[in-house]
């Protein structure tokens, strides 16, 4: 009994709690809420009908994708054009099985782990680069193109920035990392660390290709960029690889930043219902403020102001640490 | 290494086309090194039917030419007729036609900030700039009947009167109006992201403009001061007292700023009309539906520039030949060129700074090429002959 | 750089305001007066002139003369259409809402109402019958 428990539960973790069915149901809430906030402030509705206020609608919209037809351009190569998406949804998954949620394991909790997780969320713009070069259209290969362009130019931060809590904390395990405020009782750590914590936020929206870094999908221009030739199945599953990629990069921005998700399971489970709701809300906002910037100037805004500013909270924490004040 | 030029077609469907056109681009990089553009695919044989039909029915044909600019089309084509019939319409009249133009000016131009805002990616201002443009299409329908087509022109006049309570309804809109265009201005000018996308794009020289006949807005904002409304005033623009809006910025900047001061001028001149309209008929009563002999050229400044329909006619109640020359047409060049030596991500902005109408632009140009013969020149007589033989042979219609 | 927030307060008061957005089709705006829906026909008025058939814009009017009743006396003699019933045969379709029939006719009997919701699923529901 015990070996088979031993095989269950590690799948039970992977496929319902935190694993795939867990991610799904809560970022289509994420998804919700993220649209009706953008569509509040532009003085509409958002989501109004399917379920209550609309809840189920991104569900609706995922649903739909998965009743139409399936297209597979004749020049493409079958094989990877159909693997991109599984891959893309895996890496994202994967990632999500090390939030700090409840139960830790010497699975899904070891020193260094915030690498893991790093290394998995840079998978997803890699596979939309994959997946724009087999689908073989001019919109495409532009698309294509652009995601590893910006991939280069929102990285570095990205990486600097998650890496300032962890130097705060000395450790490399989120767990650690995200309950350091509550253990070492100095909690205006989280103050200090508000210049890396927009430039989180900020490398999360060019991560997750939304207004302004959104120009590899811009609708106007490359008509779906990357995922112009996709349809249906694998469409819907490009659209569950985003949404999770959302709450996966928002529930570690609220874990390391806002201070983690401790109390068990039904106290832990409302922290991270309201530490990531706020982090979308503030994602939102972001995104109903600018414009798209092309391409050069995402680049030139990313080294010229993202970069330093990454650089500089890095120093005055590393100044602090060594001081002795963290 | 020299870099392979790859070329990328974008039309006659693409989400930033309103209307279908064909562009073919020659790509390096993300640079643009060539452009050509075709069109055609919105040809709906307007200026055929116009042919086909009495001058009333004429007119409202005309103004489904385009939607947004549906009253130029109409007041254009009812003044050349009026000049060949040497009418003299009633000031009352004119001066409702001039409020109904303005007006369309004022939902065509919120429609175009909308729109480029939506081309770079700033859907909450075009989402907020169309909110705002829903007070005026609410007016047009109270005061016409209906949101667009407003079908408010008759040979002689305007078909209906506005009340008093119309009118008071007009200017407190206006006022609202003014505040927020004041507001888009700063918005349009300041915000980074959006300046970073329009400032310095789509350049054309005042020069070239010139050069390549640009009208309207696209024109002014390269500083060419040219507006039918003050080098060749009709309806009544003579009494009015606006500004000409130029800007020197020669970029897509220099087009944001000149629609919205536009569009507060267009204020302007509404509430000098509704302060001093004159008292009287609105239409002339009685207008022989049979036209004299004779033709006649009017211009128009549509939202879009300057729009120039030419009417001749041959004494019986149908026209004999009207020719339509939408504003878009004279700056499809002239944006074409702009777009070169700016970036992929610039076509859709650059492109739909000049407020292009496709369904305007399509008249017919037939180009007959033979092998032995070279370039040949075709009449129009011929051309209707060929025409009508051949829906006689092939599909069996009469006309 | 400064001015980077420069759209944000009106978007974050916006978060207070009532969405501007109407829930049509739960809710239907009313339509003002005057506004252009479709023709009708008011009964016993019109006379047969076909006016509004030479000048409809779509040529969407017809105009039947109503076969007469066999048993009716005969009708006095007056206009060439004295005593004959006319009903109109209106193609929405093709109607271009331009009111010009509305215009041109001499007994004032076409009007035009305010519906606005004029889809069906066959063309021949769109062919309408007014007498």
Redesign the interface.
């Known amino acids: 009994m015990g070996d088979r428990m031993d095989v269950v539960k590690p799948l039970l973790y992977i496929l319902v709690f935190p694993g795939f069915l867990f991610q799904f149901v809560f970022s289509t809430y994420l998804e919700w809420m993220d649209r009706k906030f953008y569509a509040r402030m532009q003085n509409r509705r958002g989501p109004l009908y399917t379920g209550y206020a609309g809840l189920l609608q991104p569900v609706a919209d995922i649903l739909k994708l998965f009743f139409k037809e399936d297209i597979v351009p004749a020049r493409a190569d079958r094989f990877m054009f159909s693997l991109m998406p599984i891959l893309g949804l895996a890496a994202v998954v994967t990632a999500g099985l090390y939030l700090p949620v409840w139960l830790f394991t010497p699975y899904n909790s070891f020193e260094g782990d915030l690498i893991v997780v790093l290394y998995l969320l840079s998978l997803p713009s890699l596979v939309l680069f994959l997946a724009g070069w087999f689908s073989v259209s001019p919109y495409s290969l532009i698309g294509a193109t652009r995601v590893l362009t910006q991939l280069f130019a929102y990285e570095v931060p990205f990486f600097l920035a998650l890496l300032t809590p962890a130097v705060v904390a000395g450790s490399w395990q989120i767990r650690t990392i995200a309950v350091y405020p509550w253990t070492s009782g100095s909690w205006w750590v989280i103050g200090i660390q508000l210049l890396a914590f927009l430039v989180a936020l900020l490398t999360l929206q060019a991560k997750l290709e939304r207004v302004p870094f959104d120009i590899p999908e811009a609708e106007t221009e490359v008509v779906g960029g990357p995922l112009t030739e996709y349809s249906g199945k694998k469409l819907a599953m490009f659209r569950i690889q985003k949404d999770i990629l959302m709450l996966v990069g928002s529930a570690f921005i609220a874990a390391l930043f806002l201070g983690g998700f401790p109390g068990g399971l039904w106290i832990g489970g409302l922290w991270l219902l309201v530490k990531t709701s706020i982090v979308v809300f503030l994602l939102s906002v972001i995104r109903a403020s600018f414009a798209r910037i092309r391409i050069d100037q995402i680049v030139t805004f990313s080294w010229k102001y993202l970069a330093p500013a990454s650089l500089v909270q890095l120093l005055v924490v590393l100044i602090l640490k060594g001081n002795g004040v963290l | 290494m020299e870099e392979s030029v790859?070329?990328?077609?974008v039309g006659p469907q693409?989400?930033?086309l309103k209307e279908p056109a064909k562009f073919d681009f020659d790509i390096q990089g993300?640079e643009i090194v060539g452009a050509r553009m075709n069109f055609g695919y919105n040809h709906r044989g307007i200026e055929k039917g116009c042919e086909a039909?009495?001058y009333?029915?004429a007119m409202?044909?005309l103004?489904?030419v385009c939607g947004i600019c549906s009253h130029s089309h109409t007041t254009a084509f009812v003044q050349a007729v009026e000049e060949i019939m040497k009418l003299e319409v009633p000031k009352r009249g004119l001066y409702l036609r001039m409020v109904d133009c303005e007006l369309e000016r004022l939902h065509s131009h919120l429609l175009w900030l909308g729109v480029a805002?939506?081309?770079?990616?700033?859907?909450?201002?075009f989402?907020?700039v169309w909110?705002d443009r829903?007070l005026v299409m609410d007016i047009l329908?109270?005061i016409s009947?209906?949101r667009v087509?407003y079908?408010i022109n008759?040979i002689g006049g305007v078909?209906?009167d506005i009340t008093d309570a119309q009118r008071k309804e007009i200017l407190g809109i206006l006022k609202t109006l003014r505040q927020r265009l004041d507001?888009y201005a700063?918005?349009g000018t300041?915000?980074?992201?959006?300046v970073?996308?329009i400032q310095g794009v789509g350049t054309l020289s005042a020069e070239r403009a010139a050069e390549m006949c640009a009208v309207g807005p696209f024109a002014r904002a390269s500083n060419v001061a040219t507006d039918v409304r003050k080098n060749d005033p009709y309806a009544c623009y003579a009494e009015m007292d606006f500004k000409l809006v130029t800007s020197d910025l020669c970029d897509i900047m220099g087009r944001v700023i000149v629609r919205v001061y536009e569009m507060i001028e267009s204020c302007n001149i509404i509430e000098q009309l509704l302060d001093t309209m004159p008292e009287g008929e609105i239409a002339l009563a009685k207008v022989s539906r049979r036209v004299p002999e004779g033709a006649a050229l009017s211009r128009y400044e549509a939202p879009r520039g300057e729009d120039v329909h030419f009417v001749r006619s041959n004494g019986t109640d149908k026209p004999e030949r009207v020719r339509v020359r939408a504003p878009t047409l004279a700056n499809l060049e002239a944006a074409t060129e702009s777009v070169i030596g700016a970036?992929?991500?610039?076509?859709?902005i650059a492109i739909a700074s000049i407020d292009p109408c496709f369904s305007c632009t399509d008249r017919m140009a037939i180009v007959l090429r033979d092998r032995k013969k070279g370039v040949q020149v075709t009449t129009w007589e011929d051309l209707r002959r060929r025409g009508i033989e051949w829906y006689g042979k092939n599909k069996g219609i009469r006309f | 750089m400064l001015k980077a927030g420069i759209f944000i307060p009106e978007l974050l008061g916006n978060l207070g305001n009532a969405p501007a957005t109407r829930e049509y089709p739960f809710v239907k705006t009313p339509v003002p007066p005057g506004f252009r829906g479709t023709p009708r026909l008011r009964p016993g008025l019109c006379v047969g002139c076909k006016a509004c058939v030479r000048d409809c814009t779509a040529e969407a009017i017809e105009i039947v003369q109503i076969p007469p009743d066999p048993n009716a006396p005969p009708p006095e003699p007056g206009t060439k259409n004295a005593g004959k019933k006319f009903k109109m045969i209106l193609y929405l379709d093709r109607c271009v809402h331009c009111a010009r029939c509305a215009d041109v006719c001499p007994k004032d009997a076409i009007y035009l109402d305010e519906e606005y919701e004029m889809a069906n699923f066959t063309r021949d529901a769109l062919r309408l019958e007014m007498e």
């Open positions: 790859f070329r990328l077609p693409h989400p930033f993300e039909r009495n009333y029915q409202y044909l103004e489904r805002a939506h081309e770079v990616g700033f859907d909450s201002l989402m907020l909110r829903e329908e109270k009947g209906n087509n079908a008759t078909r209906r507001y700063k918005i300041n915000e980074p992201s959006f970073a996308r970036y992929v991500a610039d076509i859709p």
